[in-house]
């Protein structure tokens, strides 16, 4: 069974940094890609960033270099590193990862930057 366990987030001003981990586990034969997507109220939920087994990282076009993912393929953890956060970037955060054809999620955690 593939779970995938968040860690960090909360409530951050403007200018300001988080980390977000993410621990997963149940697959033998590790994760196709690992990620994250935010959903804020209203929104559809939206590709953050995303790394693969072979090291390329996708980042969503609001990123813009102020957020960076990393992953540890052996631990089969990802991580979120968020710097110079915005209001706008206040959302539920997920992490993601992707085994063969199958997608899973942890469970969310709020990310919330005040003005």
């Known amino acids: 069974q593939v779970q995938l366990v968040q860690s960090g987030g909360g409530l951050v001003q403007a200018g300001g940094s988080l980390r977000l981990s993410c621990a997963a586990s149940?697959?033998?034969?590790?994760?196709?890609?690992m990620g994250w997507y935010r959903q804020a109220p209203g929104k559809r939920r939206q590709l953050v960033a995303r790394?693969?087994?072979?090291?390329?990282?996708i980042y969503g076009d609001f990123v813009k270099g102020r957020f960076t993912v990393s992953g540890d393929n052996a631990k089969n953890t990802v991580y979120l590193q968020m710097n110079s956060l915005r209001p706008e970037d206040t959302a539920v955060y997920y992490c993601?990862?992707?085994?063969?054809?199958?997608?899973?999620w942890g469970q969310g955690t709020q990310v919330t930057v005040s003005s």
């Open positions: 790394i693969m087994k072979s090291n390329v990282r």
């Open positions: 993601y990862g992707r085994v063969g054809e199958g997608d899973y």
């Open positions: 149940g697959s033998a034969m590790g994760f196709d890609a």
